[in-house]
């Protein structure tokens, strides 16, 4: 059995360790948590969120439907179409050329939105 004096002088040590281990994370956390979302598209409430999204030319955005019916992205110009999409499921395109790409969704064609790619 650890005494009160033993426990008492280890008490800073968990301290500070546990403060540093703290205070390294949340920048970590922070920079994946803006690298994830950055680059995605919501589909809520028969919209897509943001409805103008700019990007470099490579990037990957990934759309994910919240609604409780199905959604499919379909590019204007048919450079992508995905599969319906189900609650919570996801689309990944990668946009490699620069231009604005709108696309809307092929069982809701009232919803639209566009994706506008730099150099």
Known sequence: MMS??????????WTALTVAALLASPPARAAEADAATENIVTIDNFAFTPNALTVKAGTKVTF??????????VASDGQFHSKALDTDDTFVFTFA?????????????HMTAKIVVVP
Do not use: E, M, Q, W
């Not at 009160?4 to 040590?13: C, E, G, M, V």
């Open 97 to 109: 050329a620069s231009g604005s790409f709108g696309y809307f969704c092929g069982l809701h064609p």
């Open 64 to 73: 994910v439907n919240h609604d409780d019916i199905p959604h499919s992205i």
């Open 4 to 13: 009160k004096t033993s426990a008492k002088s280890r008490r800073p040590f």
